[in-house]
Every structure is written in C-alpha cells, then in structure tokens.
C-alpha cells in the first residue's frame, strides 16, 4: 500500500510551482467512488464537483509536504493514486525533527485552508449571485468536510498515514531498537479497533460510544486493509530484529 503506482500512458503530468506532479487514472476512479453515493443524487454535476474538491485537496496536501521539505533542501515530486498521493522525496532530510515537520505539513495544511475557508464562507456567499449560492454551498460543504475530517483521519498512528510514520519516528526515538516494532503494533490495534467499529456501527451497534455516527463498510475494509498491512508489516520487522540478533552471536 501506499507506493508509487507504475506509469501509464494515460497519466496526467504537469509542472506546479516548480514540482512535477503525476495523476494516475485510478485516483479519478476512486474519487468518484468514494463520493458517488452522497452526490449522485444531486446530479452528475456534483459527483463532478466533488471529483474536483478531492483532487484540490489532495494535492493541497502533498504540496504541505514538499513545501515543507523544500525548506530542508529536500526536492520532491507528487504522485496522486487511487489510495490517495505521494509526495516522494519531500521526507528526504537528515533529521528526526524536520522529518516530523515534513509529515505534518500535509494535514496541517489541509486544517489552514478549512479555517480560510469556514471564516470567508459567509463572505464568499454573500458576493455571489443568488441563483449561485445553493450550489456554492454544496462545493463549500465538500471542501470543509474533505480538509478537515481527512487531515483529522491522516494523523492517527496508522502505517504507513502520516500519523503512523510519525509515531514511527517518535517510538524510534525513545526505543531505538524495538520502536519501530511497537510503532507497527499501535498501528495494527488502532487500525483494527476502528475497523471493528465501523462494521458494528454500520449494523447499529458501534464499539466506540462517542463515535456512533460514523459507521460506514468502506471505511470499515479501509482499516481492515491497514490492520492487515501494519501486520505484515509488524512480522516482516519481527524477522528482520531475529535475523540481525541472530548475526550478532555468530
């Protein structure tokens, strides 16, 4: 999960603000997926428009990361995907702390512009045309929710999300030899909690009080795939501290 997608000869490429960014087809796929069910009711201008809060979004997000980097002397580039983007290289720095920046830099630039955005919105409204504000409105819902339930969603520490590498650095940090492994650990029971949750709630009987509302299956096969990778992942880790131990007494 969560690695560079091969090319395709129906990529999308460009230059923006001096970064080379990459558009797989799967990422349009999945967008229209992801909100089809919410806007295909209010026409296919909105699954369009909501197609389009989630390109904006997400590539928002990735260049929080190489922004970031870039102040670092990292160089990166953006590569939008069906599991979301990539902005590889931007994480490329030599230390711990300006790593962590980096990875925060996404969703904190994501909550930046739904605070522009939630504080301007009466304003934006009130300078449009009358005929135009109900669907105004709809976009402005889209983007709020987008930038800031995703941002909120990215910062849990799951592998391989921001918050995920970020509680990698920060476990490394204070247990050199084992953080990695408890980093994947938390991981693996946050992911699998959450999973459990929302299948129970999407069936009215959710696991987490505070969290009722939110039961949905998709999201429900989200965590399960990152309960299932954090895993992977965790016994991979496992064998490798065996293989290592092992070396050092032979």
């Known amino acids: 999960m969560f690695f560079e997608p091969n090319e395709t000869p129906y990529d999308l490429r460009w230059r923006m603000f001096g970064t080379p960014v990459r558009v797989h087809p799967m990422f349009w796929l999945v967008a229209v997926i992801l909100g089809?069910?919410?806007?295909i009711r209010l026409g296919v201008g909105f699954v369009l428009a909501w197609v389009a809060c989630v390109f904006v979004s997400v590539l928002l997000h990735e260049f929080g990361h190489v922004w970031m980097g870039r102040l670092f002397g990292s160089h990166g580039y953006i590569v939008l995907h069906s599991m979301g983007g990539l902005a590889i290289g931007s994480n490329q720095v030599a230390r711990r702390w300006q790593r962590i920046l980096v990875l925060l830099a996404g969703p904190g630039i994501q909550l930046v512009f739904w605070a522009i955005l939630r504080f301007s919105a009466p304003w934006l409204l009130l300078s449009m045309p009358a005929a135009s504000r109900l669907s105004a409105i709809s976009v402005l819902v889209m983007l709020l929710e987008i930038n800031l339930f995703w941002p909120i969603l990215?910062?849990?520490?799951?592998?391989?999300?921001?918050?995920?590498?970020i509680a990698r650095e920060v476990c490394q940090a204070l247990m050199p030899v084992r953080g990695t492994a408890f980093s994947l650990g938390i991981s693996m029971v946050v992911s699998g909690v959450l999973a459990a949750h929302m299948l129970m709630a999407s069936h009215g009987q959710p696991l987490i009080p505070f969290l009722e509302d939110y039961g949905d299956m998709f999201l429900a096969i989200f965590f399960a795939l990152f309960c299932v990778n954090s895993?992977?992942?965790?016994?991979?880790?496992?064998?490798?501290?065996?293989?290592?131990d092992h070396n050092e007494w032979t």
């Open 154 to 165: 990215n910062l849990l520490p799951i592998w391989p999300l921001d918050g995920g590498q």
């Open 36 to 39: 089809y069910d919410s806007t």
């Open 231 to 244: 895993f992977t992942a965790l016994q991979a880790e496992n064998e490798r501290r065996r293989y290592w």
